[in-house]
């Protein structure tokens, strides 16, 4: 019996150590087969890196090589001024500016390599399709000066008389300016603009009121991008105020152009804001702001520009503000600073009602109806409301 239970334990000792081989083969061959699909999966992964730099680095050189070569860029005129003693660093950063180049290293390495005699200051009109060879051909010319002309832009004009004047200046057509000038241009302001689909202008109200240069003969397109550059100037100004006034952009800029046109001076502008937001914070009592000036955007512009009687007739819904509730639908003119800021920065008041004696220049507030009734007669047979109740109990202009 001893000789074979020993036998017995003898078999059970070799079926253990079998069965340990064996489980120790098999992790051997799970971690061979690991090894292996870590080798195949890391080998993937940098084929894959390989083939994204390569893919990146082609991208790159043939996008370089499209702004190089002026490839899918605009062959629009770029009309501008290289002032004197500018460095090729200055006039490269000019030409990216301007929109001509949009790589300054790639335009300074160009520069190397062509070697022109000397690059000339002074104006030039270059296409930013030209390519960067034949841009630095032309910079390396003489040149003879553009003529200018220097226009002064009151507050209050609209873009129909400010398309006028530039016509009579000759420094491009009204049509095309209105066409452009209602386009996006790609400044960061434009997109505060609302565009409510009911505006006749879009951006009737965003161009600052100044005096400006011009080249004679210009492309609308030039115009606008510098009246645009001014505007952005000035807004930046005033954006965090906007910001926490509560208003939209549009809102803002709409309420500024009727108090322009309605204040008698700037320091009536805070008292004559007061008023008009006074009345769109009470709707139900003053459901309709009631601007006489609203009702002469409609006759000299919108009457004069649309194109057919129902566009007429829709527009003078619009901003009509005897007929549409609260402010119309976009600004009626150009503001200035001062009128901008009256609406941010208004008097506290609770009038709801002015007039003013066109003689004299002086403005007369009341917070009831029959007070305004009162001081049309102080004002005199030359004054002139800008607010008629809109109670039927009289007609007050």
């Known amino acids: 019996m001893s000789i074979l239970r020993h036998k017995n334990q003898k078999n059970n000792i070799q079926d253990k ?28 992964v940098l084929v894959i890196v390989v ?11 043939i996008s370089i090589g499209m702004e190089y070569y002026g490839i899918g860029k605009t062959d629009e005129d770029i009309r501008f001024n290289i002032p004197a003693g500018s460095t090729n660093s200055e006039i490269a950063d000019i030409l990216v500016n301007e929109g001509v180049i949009k790589n300054k290293k790639l335009f300074m390495l160009a520069l190397k390599f062509e070697k022109p005699a000397a690059i000339y200051p002074g104006d030039i009109t270059l296409q930013p399709s030209s390519g ?12 003879e000066s553009y003529k200018t ?72 397109g030039n115009v606008t991008k510098k009246l645009r550059e001014q505007f952005e100037k000035k807004y930046e100004t005033v954006k965090a105020k906007i910001k926490n006034s509560g208003m939209s ?21 805070p008292k004559v804001a007061s008023v008009f937001l006074n009345r769109l914070d009470d709707p139900d009592t003053y459901p309709m702001l009631q601007s006489d000036t609203t009702t002469n955007y409609i006759k000299n512009v919108i009457k004069t520009e649309a194109d057919n009687t129902a566009s007429i007739e829709h527009y003078t819904e ?61 004002a005199g047979p030359v004054s002139y409301t800008h607010l008629r109740a809109h109670e039927t109990k009289a007609n007050l202009v």
């Open 149 to 220: 002309v220097s226009i002064t832009f009151t507050e209050g004009e609209n873009l129909l008389d400010i398309a006028k004047k530039l016509e009579d200046n000759e420094v491009c057509t009204a049509d095309d300016f209105l066409f452009e000038f209602n386009k996006n241009q790609g400044f960061d302001f434009e997109n505060d603009v609302d565009d409510n689909g009911d505006m006749f202008y879009r951006m009737e109200g965003y161009f600052y009121p100044d005096t400006y240069e011009f080249y004679v003969n210009d492309s609308a």
């Open 318 to 378: 619009c901003y009509d503000t005897y007929k549409c509730k609260g402010l119309p639908a976009g600004p009626i003119c150009n503001p200035g600073m001062a009128a901008i800021n009256a609406v941010l920065e208004p008097k506290k008041t609770d009038y709801y009602y002015f007039c003013n004696n066109l003689k004299t220049g002086e403005t007369f507030y009341a917070k009831t109806l029959d007070e305004h009734e009162e001081n049309l007669v102080k």
């Open 51 to 61: 083939l994204t730099v390569s893919l990146v680095l082609a991208v790159g050189g």
């Open 132 to 143: 960067y060879s034949e841009i630095i051909e032309k910079l390396s010319q003489m040149r």
């Open 17 to 44: 150590t079998t069965e340990r081989i064996s489980k120790i083969k098999k992790k051997k061959k799970k971690r061979k087969k690991s090894k292996v699909n870590n080798s195949v999966f890391g080998g993937s």
């Open 249 to 269: 952009l549009n809102e803002v800029m709409t309420l500024a152009s009727i108090v322009q046109l309605e204040a008698a001076s700037e320091d009536e502008m």
